[in-house]
């Protein structure tokens, strides 16, 4: 297995084919992967981000500290070069990052007739866009993870189809109705994952 992401705010879940094998931090999980493979190579494990539903890969060579090592956060080393990408036109101590941006003259000519000029109009135009579609992506954002594990994990599954209809559907009756006789541990994740899908 090879690793694919190291980032250490993320939480994963692994199953062995229909067991909740072990849930937690990447280094967690990758240890106990390795333990469970060690017990027993011919089993079947899936990892997965425990929010986006992503397939995670570990690079389980080594022994445990190997692991664990090179699952952990880049070193400061990184930090001359992210220094030097943040040192653009703007306001750094704001985090503002100065980018072109192409608009048709009469857009210039409202803008600048705005209170404040240009930045601060595209800077409240864009945070009342994402106020208004936060929900709406959560929502899509939400579905697609459940779609993707149910893909991975229960595509096989009696009312697979019909269940991932429901989701997108927004009928949760329907979808738990379908979801009730699967495997409790898939069952219990994709519950869990479709909290949001639901809301």
Not at 56 to 78: H, K
Request: hydrophobic letters at 45%.
């Amino acid at each position: 297995m090879t690793e694919t992401d190291s980032r250490s705010d993320m939480h994963c879940i692994a199953f062995s084919g229909s067991r909740r094998l072990a849930a937690g931090r990447p280094g967690d999980v990758a240890l106990a992967v390795k333990a469970a493979l060690a017990a027993d190579p011919e089993q079947q494990i899936l990892v997965f981000d425990a929010v986006t539903s992503r397939p995670i890969d570990f690079d389980l060579r080594g022994d445990a500290a190997t692991i664990l090592a090179r699952l952990s956060p880049p070193s400061a080393a990184a930090e001359p070069a992210q220094t030097a990408a943040l040192a653009r036109p703007g306001r750094p101590k704001l985090g503002v990052v100065a980018r072109e941006v192409t608009l048709l003259p009469r857009h210039w000519e409202w803008l600048a007739s705005q209170p404040g000029g240009a930045s601060v109009t595209l800077r409240k135009l864009v945070e009342a866009a994402r106020r208004q579609g936060t929900g709406t992506i959560d929502r899509r954002q939400a579905q697609e993870s459940v779609y993707r594990f149910m893909s991975a994990m229960t595509g096989n599954a009696p009312g697979f189809e019909e269940a991932i209809r429901a989701l997108f559907a927004g009928d949760r009756d329907r979808f738990d109705g379908l979801i009730a006789n699967w495997p409790q541990d898939l069952r219990d994740h994709i519950a869990a994952l479709a909290m949001r899908a639901f809301d």
